[in-house]
């Protein structure tokens, strides 16, 4: 199905391990983002990307490291996860101007 | 960087009422955009709308850059249109967003 997608939805992980979270989209869209949400901050960028092969930080980037290998997919890694990453997770692309969500990862550390 | 206010931030509204939320923004953009998120958590976009004035059914959404601020009019509500509504705004090249802590609004039936 054309979108973007997350996977997975739901995920339960432990301190200290290292999650992934990825994301797909079959617009061929340029640009990619990361957004985590929790009550009472909204909703703050983690990472971006312009093209494959490109990533910057966002606002709240520690933490977390990104890559880009194909303008299809955009992959999250917690490389060490903390109970402050507990949040939900979206990814999100741009085509001309519009930002589309993909319909969010929620991660629980505990 | 960008700061982005919403009012009211919760709002309560009778099934048919009509309403007006609000976004300021602290700094001139390039790109000002409208989200609903629905009670599942599904992020959908409502507008984007960094200058002018657009409509799309019974919501319309007119952005004043001169003066930084955007409007979103969501007439004759229905329950369906609760959920939270968002605000984003951006000023570069990199269709980078900042968004706003949201406009809460519950349709009663």
């Known amino acids: 199905d054309a979108g973007i997608t997350q996977s997975p939805r739901y995920k339960i992980t432990e301190t200290g391990r290292q999650v992934t979270l990825m994301c797909h989209q079959t617009?061929?869209?340029?640009?990619m983002f990361w957004y985590r949400q929790d009550l009472g901050h909204g909703l703050r960028l983690i990472y971006y990307?312009?093209?494959?092969?490109?990533?910057d930080k966002g606002e709240v980037p520690d933490g977390y490291v990104v890559s880009r290998s194909k303008t299809e997919n955009f992959p999250l890694t917690l490389e060490s996860a903390t109970r402050s990453q507990t949040s939900v997770y979206f990814c999100?692309?741009?085509?001309?101007?519009?930002?589309?969500f993909g319909p969010g990862t929620r991660l629980t550390v505990l | 960087g960008i700061q982005v206010e919403q009012s009211p931030p919760d709002l309560i509204l009778q099934e048919g009422a009509n309403s007006t939320l609000r976004c300021n923004f602290s700094d001139s953009v390039n790109n000002l955009q409208w989200f609903h998120q629905n009670p599942w958590g599904q992020l959908i976009n409502l507008f984007y709308i960094p200058s002018g004035t657009k409509q799309n059914g019974r919501l319309s959404a007119t952005t004043v850059a001169t003066e930084r601020y955007s409007l979103l009019y969501i007439s004759s509500s229905q329950t369906t249109d609760s959920g939270v509504y968002f605000c984003?705004?951006?000023?570069?090249?990199?269709?980078?967003?900042?968004f706003g802590s949201g406009t809460r609004l519950l349709v009663r039936p």
């Open positions: 984003a705004s951006g000023m570069d090249s990199s269709y980078k967003l900042i």
């Open positions: 617009w061929s869209h340029s640009y």
């Open positions: 999100a692309s741009t085509g001309v101007d519009t930002q589309y």
């Open positions: 990307s312009a093209a494959a092969d490109i990533t």
